[in-house]
């Protein structure tokens, strides 16, 4: 092995340095002392009611729209114990989260993957699909995609929102980047196009830390508590005692100057990540984001990500495959380079050694 | 309706004046100093480090015998997961806790249920429903059961024990109430008398309060792993925030004189409802629990629990129906007393209410 320090181009983790932990002990102070004997009890499954007053004023739905849960994963998961049946279909961008993959596969969900292009889903290959197949949902992640980086036009959404209300199916909106916009304007949520057959999730995993788990959906009344009732079934009541120091968080007005604070972290961090690709890795194709926590790139023409990352790893250069985010194959030559966590130092040197790999191959 | 107090013997839940919120303001405090950017970042899904070694140490298990999550009953979820299939044959006591139940069934398992009796599952029906079928595994709540509040003898234990290792099947040992022995002697755990194949579950929701949702449970290292992996497909990883104020409430040893407090808060609630009942109610069949949360009764010849349910209502008297607890029927004068959360008061008034009301059908 190198003795080269390592570089992790693998999670989409927050950078530690991120974390607001000393405005979190004066949130944990006071919610104790304000909310301590309902924070240490059992709760209503959708959580903690004034956060889910704070977050349906932020987010601008009513109190009845909102079920919170301990990160947003677990979400997809109680929607699926809800609606999928072995055999149901879903579509999912191609490619899309991996997690969200396990979990429809663990439901036996038929996953139809759509492919994903500069600025949003093919949308000539997503009505072709529907002429096949109506699907339950289509999983949507319209900005600064996980794990392409890419983000859905204004136009696209509105087609989507059409083909959506057309054929008779529901979007779910993972968003959980949407406020790590780095440059650029904002794109209407598909929440906002088309309301009644969303469902949008988002989290505070990336805006105050993954740690206290807390995850949201927002969407139509009865079917956010028909979601409800199966998380409840399943943990009686999320996390309490982490949405109330949340909430107090909140409630101080720390999230607005915490995402500023994120934006000054990393967008020099993703142009970094820009730079060095240029100068670096020319030939390979990458993704130009304006906000979140990942680029992509599609290697050269005859490199292979499996390839490049067994022999990264001789240089310290840890790298995540590119397989598990494509629903249907393909992906050999897809690799995601989640740049927040890294300093821009970091980032330059691990582009380097991805260079001086790819060359040796 | 009744302008009476209204007294509800429904949930299972703590009482709130027995959370120890100062300490836990401490213990925030210190697990956000200390471990700060551990606990506010994605880790592990068995769980944040120190408290997994706390526990093992405490249980006298090993460190990779430690899963935690977020609540002790979907660590059941997990393991449906992991090992159950549709007509996977479950065992339970009957009654047993509803909502292992409703997990069970969503799973699609074939449940079926061993009476129970004062001093455990009726070995003989055991015996005989293992002639017909060898579960996957056979769910116990040994100690203080939910919902009848009696307790296994050892002897039981032991011949449970034996009858797993001679049929082949697992022992999922749900322990939550375990260390809340208002008086006689403890039992020894399953977990002791088979530890290949024993799964022991419990919680501090009994202990430090639900809110925090940290469960836990002690098994087989290759099974714990497997189990830990649908965890972490689930929700990548259990709350961390929460695990760490746990932690350093645990570390501080806050535990043990914590659960003396409890004791002297519930033993009089325990003995209240016990004199209660021999006074108001003394045709029905009650147990005689020595620790835990639940005193249960079966009501006269003739009289059922629903429509007790019912005209109890008008008194303010909130009651749970007990046909829930049963996997395969019967119950239908079976009531669950949850006393824990009510003064002694509230108990005796409570009890007299249900007289009243039983007199009056």
Redesign the interface.
């Known amino acids: 092995m190198s003795d080269l320090k390592p570089i992790n181009f693998t ?1 989409g ?2 950078a ?1 340095e991120s ?1 607001p ?1 000393d405005d ?2 004066d949130a ?2 006071a919610a ?2 304000a909310h ?8 209503a499954a959708i959580g903690f009611a004034p956060l889910v007053e704070w977050l349906a004023q932020w987010q601008g739905v009513k109190t009845n729209q909102v079920l919170t849960s ?2 947003s ?2 979400l997809v ?1 109680f929607l699926c ?1 809800h609606l999928v049946k072995p055999g149901t279909i879903v579509f999912t961008e191609a490619p899309t989260y991996d ?1 969200t993959l ?2 429809l596969r ?1 439901h036996r969900a038929q996953v139809i993957g759509i492919p994903l292009q500069a600025d949003g889903p093919d949308i000539g290959a997503l009505e072709a699909e529907l002429k096949k197949h109506t699907p339950l949902f289509f999983y949507v992640i319209p900005d600064f995609q996980n794990p392409a980086g890419a983000t859905c036009s204004a136009e696209k959404r509105r087609q989507i929102a059409a083909l959506a209300e057309k054929h008779n199916f529901l979007l779910l909106e993972d968003a959980p980047y949407r406020q790590l916009r780095y440059r650029g304007r904002e794109e209407p949520r598909l929440l906002d196009l088309a309301p009644a057959r969303t469902l949008h999730m988002s989290s505070f ?1 990336k805006l ?6 807390i995850g949201f959906m927002f969407g139509d009344p009865a079917l956010i508590s028909k979601i409800a009732e199966v998380a409840g ?10 949405q ?2 949340a909430y107090e968080w909140c409630r101080r007005g720390l999230l607005e100057p915490q995402i500023e604070n994120l934006k000054a972290l990393y967008t020099p961090r993703l142009d970094a990540c820009l730079a060095a690709l240029r100068k670096y890795v020319p030939d390979a194709k990458a993704t130009r984001p304006d906000g979140g926590f990942f680029v992509s790139i599609t290697l050269p023409d005859g490199v292979q990500t499996t390839a490049v990352r067994t022999a990264a790893a001789k240089r310290n250069l840890n790298l995540a495959d590119g397989l598990a985010f494509f629903p249907n194959g393909g992906g050999e030559r897809f690799l995601r380079l989640p740049y927040c966590a890294l300093t821009t130092a970091e980032i330059d040197e691990g582009i380097r050694r991805l260079a001086d790999t790819i060359k040796e191959l």
């Open positions: 999670r983790i927050p530690i974390f932990a979190v002990i944990a102070l104790l002392k301590g004997r309902t924070i240490l009890q059992y709760g301990n990160g994963l677990q998961e114990w997690r396990v979990l663990r995993s105050i830390g993954p740690g206290p788990r079934d399943t943990y009686i009541s999320p996390n309490f005692l982490a109330g120091v």
